[in-house]
T-cell receptor, first 110, second 114 residues
Framework: DAGITQSPRYKITETGRQVTLMCHQT?????MFWYRQDLGHGLRLIYY???????DKGEVPDGYVVSRSKTENFPLTLESATRSQTSVYFC?????????FGPGTRLTVT | GEDVEQSLFLSVREGDSSVINCTYT??????LYWYKQEPGAGLQLLTY?????DMKQDQRLTVLLNKKDKHLSLRIADTQTGDSAIYFC??????????????FGKGTHLIIQP
C-alpha cells in the first residue's frame, strides 16, 4: 500500500542495547523526519533529511543516529538505549507544504 | 527559539462549535498546521494555512490566522463525538536544505459532552 510505514510498532529493549527503528515511504518524497512524542512535551524533532545522503540534527538529536542511503528509507538508531529514550517515535515525510506521519513506534527501554 | 502554546483541554457540547487556539513565536514560519491525533494513533493532517493568508475554510473546519498577534485558531462547526481527539498546532521551522521540520504545541484535548 502507498504511504508511510514504521516497524516495529512496539519494541521493548534493555538499557545499553542498540535498537533501530525503520521508516519506509512509497511516495518518493525528498524530505523525511523523525520526531519523538512524550507526555508534557508534545512532539520534538530528532533528525531530518532533505534527500538521500543528506541528514541533519533537529531539536533533540543526542543519543540517536540516522542514515538515508535510499530515498524511501530513513532508519533511526539508538546506539545505546537509555530509559529517557522511552517514547513514541514518529516518522514523517513531506511533499510541498504537507507533512504526513507514520503510525508510530512505541519504544520502552527497561 | 520557537515555541507554540495551546491550552490543554477544551470541553464542548455535541452540535456546538469548537474553537481551539494557538500562539506561536516564529514570525518567519511559512506554514501553520493543525493535526488530529486519536488515542493510540498517528497524526492526521487536518489542514494548514500559508502565512500570508488570513483564513482558510474546508468543510466544517475554519482556520484563522492573525499574523500580527501570532495567533492561530481552528474552528470545528457542528462538533460530533468523532471529533473527540487531541489537536496539535504546529509551525514550520526553517531547517537546512529546505527540509522545514515542525515545532508542535503540546496539544489540546477536545472533550465532547452529549
Amino acid at each position: 500500500d502507498a504511504g508511510i510505514t514504521q516497524s516495529p510498532r512496539y519494541k521493548i529493549t534493555e538499557t545499553g542495547r542498540q535498537v533501530t527503528l525503520m521508516c519506509h515511504q512509497t511516495w518518493s518524497h525528498s524530505y523525511m523526519f523523525w520526531y519523538r512524542q512524550d507526555l508534557g512535551h508534545g512532539l520534538r524533532l530528532i533528525y531530518y533529511s532533505a534527500a538521500a545522503d543528506i541528514t541533519d540534527k533537529g531539536e533533540v538529536p543526542d543519543g540517536y543516529v540516522v542514515s538515508r542511503s535510499k530515498t524511501e528509507n530513513f532508519p533511526l538508531t539508538l546506539e545505546s538505549a537509555t530509559r529517557s529514550q522511552t517514547s513514541v517515535y514518529f516518522c514523517a515525510s513531506r511533499d510541498r507544504a504537507e507533512q504526513y506521519f507514520g503510525p508510530g513506534t512505541r519504544l520502552t527501554v527497561t | 527559539g520557537e515555541d507554540v502554546e495551546q491550552s490543554l483541554f477544551l470541553s464542548v457540547r455535541e452540535g456546538d462549535s469548537s474553537v481551539i487556539n494557538c500562539t506561536y513565536t516564529d514570525s518567519s514560519s511559512t506554514y501553520l498546521y493543525w493535526y488530529k491525533q486519536e488515542p493510540g494513533a498517528g497524526l492526521q493532517l487536518l489542514t494548514y494555512i500559508f502565512s500570508n493568508m488570513d483564513m482558510k475554510q474546508d468543510q466544517r473546519l475554519t482556520v484563522l490566522l492573525n499574523k500580527k498577534d501570532k495567533h492561530l485558531s481552528l474552528r470545528i462547526a457542528d462538533t460530533q463525538t468523532g471529533d473527540s481527539a487531541i489537536y496539535f498546532c504546529a509551525e514550520s521551522i526553517h531547517s537546512g536544505g529546505g527540509a522545514d521540520g515542525l515545532t508542535f504545541g503540546k496539544g489540546t484535548h477536545l472533550i465532547i459532552q452529549p
